[in-house]
């Protein structure tokens, strides 16, 4: 672990370049172009279905919905460029240095729900945001399993480190910890899924953890690690292009082992019935959405994360020794995978 600078300065020193807003637009565009033509080879039945939209205070998008598919019972992948005069409440709220600035913010975005319950539910954005000297990328990639494959998930994990360090060793550590910070459901004392990375206000100052939870294993980890050195708007634009990148090697080999595997009503009952966590993580903490309904952003679009079919039940508890009991016991609490 390289301990650097322990000063920590809250705004960005460098502005970034004049043609930032194109280059983002042109990678966000260009991630959503490469994961729907893999994604539409993958299953082989379905294809996606654009909807381009305009939004009226300023900007638009291009969201594609897959429905019915071969192994993707729907799938989403958006795309949005979006600007204004008013920042919202939880862009406030985190960076009050932004006030009075007109802003911009593009991102891609996509959760895919299979249909067999032996294939993950995957999520992925990656966003840049501008407000006058104001910038940051954010994003990540979380697996959500409903039956898992020890070594599915140490894939998926293996090649977002790969990813990360790539640009920098401490980037996996740190933001594995924050993705297990953010992907959990505190009304229900766990986490969505198994993790992945998270990152969230990445403009090369202060520590790698930006997040609200100042003790938390994220933090603490961040601040053993200090300050890193020499990190700037081209290094976070190329760090956050490879993340991208790294879905399909992350993801295929999942699908590809599992596809086949023969299920029932009890396995299907159960999928059906963990996606309510994610119903109730998107509408309750799930920060895109927030910011989307916040800035009067397009309902459709916001909420194509959201599976077709879902199922509650009341004080559910699985049976001992089930794989299901093991998905509680096992692969919801937050750990090294890579041990």
């Known amino acids: 672990m390289t301990i650097a600078s322990s000063s920590s300065p809250t705004t960005s020193t460098a502005l970034p370049p004049t043609d ?17 033509q893999a994604l539409e080879q993958l299953d082989g039945v379905s294809l996606f279905r654009q909807d381009s939209w305009d939004r009226e205070e300023g ?20 795309f949005s460029e979006v600007w204004g005069s008013h920042l919202p409440p939880s862009i406030l709220a985190q960076r009050p240095d932004a006030k009075g600035h007109k802003w911009f913010a593009t991102g891609t975005s996509m959760v895919l729900h299979p249909r067999n319950p032996y294939i993950p539910t995957v999520h992925l954005n990656y966003r840049y945001f501008e407000a006058g000297p104001v910038w940051w990328f954010g994003g990540g990639i979380d697996l959500t399993p409903y039956y898992p494959f020890r070594e599915d998930v140490v894939h ?20 594995k910890r924050w993705c297990d910070e953010y992907f959990y459901l505190k009304h229900r004392q766990e986490t969505r899924g198994v993790g992945g990375i998270f990152f969230d206000y990445q403009d090369g100052q202060g520590e790698l953890y ?6 938390g294993p994220a ?14 708007w081209e290094e976070l634009f190329v760090f956050a292009r490879d993340c991208g990148k ?19 009503d009890r396995e299907r009952n ?5 996606r309510g966590r994610y119903v109730e993580f998107n509408l309750v903490y799930d920060r895109g959405t927030i910011f989307g309904l916040q800035t ?4 459709e679009s916001i909420l194509m994360s959201l599976p077709p079919l879902v199922r509650w039940e009341y004080g559910y508890q699985p049976e001992p020794n089930t794989p299901e009991a093991e998905l509680y016991e096992t692969y919801l609490k937050p750990q090294d995978w890579l041990k």
């Open 20 to 36: 930032a807003k194109d280059r983002v637009r042109q990678l966000m565009q260009g991630l959503q172009d490469e994961i729907c």
């Open 59 to 78: 900007g638009g998008g291009r969201s594609r919905v897959m429905r019915d598919g071969g192994i993707f019972e729907q799938g989403g992948v958006g």
């Open 156 to 175: 998926f994990h293996s090649t977002m480190k790969q990813a990360a360090d790539a640009h920098n060793p401490e980037y996996y550590p740190t933001f």
């Open 210 to 215: 930006r997040g609200p939870d100042p003790e």
């Open 219 to 232: 933090a603490n980890y961040s601040k053993q690690v200090g300050v890193p050195a020499q990190r700037n």
């Open 246 to 264: 790294a879905f399909l090697p992350a993801y295929t080999p999942i699908v590809e082992r599992r596809k086949n595997m023969e299920y029932g």
């Open 270 to 274: 159960f999928q059906l019935y963990r």
């Open 296 to 299: 009067n952003g397009r309902t």
